[in-house]
């Protein structure tokens, strides 16, 4: 899990640089104008491994048929998925009523036939729990990608930074998964029988995944189509500054828990205890930063990236509770597929989309950027309680174990708060300075707290990191 960890952190922390630079040189057009090309080539996506490579991962008995079945069929998918991209691209051009979207959408559809050849290499490579040669992949592949996107940002290339930086890292990204893992594969070995084998679990996933898509996206499809690209750009940035770190920090959690739990099907209780400590060093790492974002960002966003995104602050304090909310709900997800509950990830995965549709097709109709972020978020907390009756029946995880989980670290982010609201009112913000304090006061504020109130668990996470780091003998 450390791995894990380090493997998103890596990517998080290259990513958010590259970000902040792309932000200072490029316009919130530029962004709102890639958040639509991105909802079309998004829903492309969704298609691009039919669930194959959950099923290699959660599979307890894998032949090498298998591996080289699905290897080929990811070829053939990823040629006719970049195929259907640039044939999407104008109607998507035509949806959003933005000529220029048209070679875009055509250029990105690209990352598709990229991917296609590392989708395998990567399954096989999480099912051993490679993480550590994932991270040095990942940090690698930012890195290179990052450097092209601020090169071009440079030369003044506006959006097509954007989507080198995308493609560049998908580039380097492919040709290191070869690096990772050895996968033998044999055109003779592979068969339709194979896939047909997988299919009773990958079909599901896959169907799942075409939902999943529209889940993700619609808020992105309304926003830009009920209010333009100027407002898909300040949305795109709050939910990239906000929400996007939570996701990938809860994500690097889950690529971590859906191998694990797959391996321990048969000790649930196992399951149980471990999910509960796992769900607070979740909420323990992001909790603080989200309070940070609500108290801070009306003075540290205008400094740090310029007026011009002043008018995305609100949206950010509302996006901070949608990430707390999401860190509690996303979890449950892996539970889901590592024992073999496909279908249960499917039916949430059509709630929450029609929630999600209804609230913020409303929200931004009537309140425009604040009613449609509002809606979203209010969208999720509807589906808190589906899922702690999820975690009940799969694992026995009652609703008070995930509040026992949660309190010390809310509970301390919300004291922690109170340097930070000190630090603003007692003195103009606006000095590096005055950034530094706010975040170092209120994080020493965190920490004590959460000696207080969970004395154990801190010690517990300190000796972990102890012997990893410092393993004995």
Not at 122 to 130: D, S
């Amino acid at each position: 899990m450390l791995w894990s960890l380090i493997q998103t952190c890596g990517r998080l922390g290259i990513g958010f640089i590259v970000f902040l630079v792309l932000a200072t040189l490029l316009e919130p057009e530029d962004f709102g104008l890639l958040g639509m090309a991105l909802a079309v080539t998004s829903f492309v996506q969704a298609f691009s491994e039919i669930g194959f490579g959950p099923a290699l991962i959660q599979r307890q008995e894998l032949r090498p048929s298998h591996i080289s079945s699905v290897f080929i069929f990811n070829i053939f998918l990823g040629i006719l998925l970049t195929a259907f991209g640039m044939v999407l691209a104008l109607p998507g051009a035509w949806l959003f009523d933005i000529a220029g979207l048209r070679p875009l959408i055509a250029i990105l559809s690209l990352g598709f036939l990229v991917n296609a050849f590392s989708l395998t290499h990567t399954a096989i490579a999480l099912r051993k729990m490679r993480f550590r040669a994932l991270a040095l992949r990942d940090i690698v592949a930012s890195v290179t990608g990052g450097l092209i996107g601020i090169a071009m940002a440079y030369g003044g290339y506006g959006v097509w930074s954007l989507v080198a930086y995308s493609l560049v890292t998908a580039m380097v990204s492919t040709v290191l998964a070869w690096f990772v893992v050895n996968v033998r594969i044999s055109l003779k070995e592979a068969s339709v029988d194979a896939l047909r084998e997988l299919w009773s679990y990958s079909s599901s996933i896959f169907a799942f995944n075409v939902v999943k898509y529209f889940a993700q996206n619609i808020d992105k499809l309304l926003v830009g189509y009920l209010l333009g690209s100027f407002a898909l750009g300040l949305y795109t940035f709050a939910f990239k500054v906000v929400v996007f770190p939570v996701s990938l920090f809860v994500g690097a959690i889950g690529r971590y828990i859906f191998p694990k739990y797959s391996k321990l099907q048969d000790h649930v209780e196992a399951i149980e205890e471990s999910y509960g400590f796992i769900l607070k060093v979740i909420n323990t790492a992001i909790f603080p930063l989200l309070v940070l974002i609500v108290v801070g960002s009306p003075f540290f966003v205008p400094y740090v990236w310029g007026d011009k995104w002043g008018e995305a602050v609100p949206v950010m304090q509302i996006l901070a509770l949608l990430a707390f909310v999401q860190s509690i709900i996303s979890p449950v997800g892996q539970v889901m597929k590592a024992l073999g509950r496909p279908q249960w990830l499917l039916r949430w995965s059509l709630y929450i989309t029609l929630v999600v549709m209804m609230f913020v097709w409303y929200g931004a109709t009537i309140h425009g950027l604040k009613g449609a972020t509002w809606g979203i978020t209010m969208a999720y907390v509807t589906g808190v309680p589906v899922n702690l009756y999820i975690l009940k029946r799969l694992i026995g995880l009652r609703p008070v174990g995930v509040v026992n989980a949660l309190y010390p670290s809310v509970v301390a982010g919300t004291v922690a708060a109170v340097p930070a609201l000190w630090i603003i009112l007692d003195r103009p913000f606006a000095p590096f300075e005055n950034i530094v304090s706010l975040v170092a006061g209120s994080m020493i504020v965190y920490i004590l707290n959460m000696a207080v109130l969970d004395r154990r668990f801190v010690v517990e996470i300190i000796r972990r990191l102890k012997d990893r780091l410092l393993p004995t003998g």
